[in-house]
């Protein structure tokens, strides 16, 4: 009996406690005169989000409310208090002028125990610096033109792809293709690896590829923990990739590097960099390159993919863009003897607009995320982000604000015209964030967007058909912007 009340006592203390804190947690903003919405345990503001709506419209509406109530608003997302940043100068400021204070993004990372988590993305302070310095010089214009051959090869897999399934049946999902193009190019890139994952759809590293996005290694509960107090979880020695993604990866790393060593073998690309970086006594470890490397890969292919395919979707409803884009890929093709060269890029400025308007209009990721250094007074002398608060940019809802792009809805090309480019604040097209922790392989993401539209517009005419979704529901279970039940057009054959 003694032992049973001593437990409940214990339980009850426990309960108090965690009410205690969740009741503090949940005042943090009101204690600072910051306009909210009242949270709802455990959800805080965002009930609906990934549950019942997708992201966008739970952020779009929060944002609509509060970008007039001051340079931000207080938000709970699940029980983390977040700044949610409205204003475009306090947005310039925080991306660039003010960079030293909000260099760090606050997530989870635990290179020790979980080494695939040490990457770019998610390192903070010092150790972010040191493997962006070490990584960058892998996306300049000279590496660029070396990896170019590589996508215009895999490019002409797709094609071959496209002309056989066409011939089956013209309807074709392009949203699974267009990962499984992505999938290659950079598994080759970034691996050194033929993934072949555009013939055969099951084939190894494309199924990791999507386990990596929907295999997960806890429940929502211990996952949204780890996430909300990722330093907790550090020290608790906790991970958050799974067990068979970690594995395949760091074997594939493994003896990628192991191979190359032993053979001497040069393919220039961004293995190469990373082995150079391994053995020339910077202190890079195989776990670091296998992190940096799996980050790429995540990041890159599944962001790349469905622009591509929304760029279709959007060039299959507005016939007169598609039309106008084709004649200026194929004056560049005439232009360099019938081929798709690396210059030609630099040289299609209507494929510039139609490729920044898809990312307008749905930006890959809602939001860019920072932490606060140090209190940071803005300048408006209410409002104060605190200390090691986490800072929500949401840069969807920012894109299809109608305030800054009248009639957002409408997808047109134009509003990327040198001259309107020029009536906006540079803050109001963010797709790959702003200043020094800007997107690193934004160069490398463009080119192969580029590539795959220009090689695929010129072969093929794209429509909509019965099986065309107008207009796109979004996967709600997805964080990034992807579309539900993937992307039906009927696909034609262009006779050259």
């Avoid at 305030?403 to 480019?421: G, M």
Wanted: overall charge neutral; charged content about 25%.
């Amino acid at each position: 009996m003694v032992f049973i009340a001593t437990l409940v006592c214990l339980l009850i203390t426990a309960a108090s406690l965690i009410f205690y804190f969740i009741k503090r947690r949940y005042n943090y903003w009101k204690d600072r005169g910051i306009p909210h919405d009242t949270p709802v345990f455990p959800y805080g503001n965002v009930k609906d989000y990934m549950t019942t709506r997708h992201g966008r419209y739970v952020m779009q509406e929060y944002y609509e409310k509060y970008k007039h109530s001051g340079p931000f608003a207080g938000m709970y997302f699940f029980i983390t208090p977040v700044a949610f940043i409205v204003d475009l100068d306090l947005i310039k400021d925080i991306l660039i002028k003010d960079f030293h204070n909000f260099s760090d993004r606050g997530m989870f990372t635990n290179d020790k125990d979980d080494p695939l988590s040490g990457h770019l993305f998610s390192l903070d302070g010092e150790k972010w610096r040191t493997m962006r310095n070490i990584v960058s010089p892998t996306f300049t214009s000279g590496k660029m033109k070396f990896m170019f051959p590589t996508i215009v090869t895999v490019c002409d897999e797709l094609l071959d792809v496209v002309s056989k399934t066409i011939e089956i049946d013209p309807v074709v999902e392009i949203k699974d293709l267009l990962a499984r193009f992505t999938t290659d190019v950079i598994g080759t890139c970034a691996f050194g690896i033929e993934c072949n994952s555009l013939k055969d759809p099951n084939v190894e590293f494309r199924v990791f590829g999507v386990n990596a996005f929907t295999k997960t290694r806890h429940g929502k509960i211990v996952e949204g923990l780890i996430i909300g107090f990722p330093e907790l979880a550090k020290k608790l020695r906790m991970r958050l990739v799974h067990d068979e993604i970690h594995d395949f990866f760091m074997k594939v790393v493994r003896d990628t590097v192991e191979y190359r060593e032993k053979n001497s073998i040069k393919r220039n690309d961004f293995m190469d960099l990373m082995i150079d970086m391994k053995n020339s006594g910077a202190g890079l470890t195989v776990e670091q390159i296998a992190a940096q490397a799996f980050i790429f890969f995540v990041a890159g292919y599944e962001t790349s993919s469905t622009t591509m395919g929304f760029a279709l979707y959007e060039l299959a409803l507005n016939q007169e863009i598609q039309d106008k884009l084709r004649t200026e890929i194929n004056s560049r093709y005439d232009q360099h003897n019938g081929q798709f060269k690396y210059e030609a890029m630099a040289e299609m400025p209507y494929m510039e607009k139609v490729i920044k308007e898809t990312l307008r209009k749905y930006a890959p990721s809602l939001a860019l995320l920072r932490k606060c250094r140090d209190d940071y007074p803005t300048k408006n002398p209410n409002f104060t982000i605190p200390k090691g608060t986490m800072i929500f940019i949401q840069v969807d809802a920012i894109q299809n604000d109608p305030e800054l792009y009248p009639n957002p809805d409408k997808f047109d090309p134009e509003r990327f015209s040198p001259e309107e480019v020029q009536k906006r604040h540079p803050m109001t097209w963010l797709p790959f964030g702003d200043g020094p922790r800007n997107c690193v392989g934004l160069r490398f993401g463009k080119m192969q967007i580029n590539v795959g539209l220009a090689m695929l517009l010129r072969n093929y005419k794209f429509n909509v058909c019965e099986k065309t979704q107008i207009p796109l529901e979004f996967d709600i279970k997805n964080p990034l912007l992807s579309s539900k039940g993937g992307i039906y057009l009927r696909v034609e054959k262009i006779k050259q």
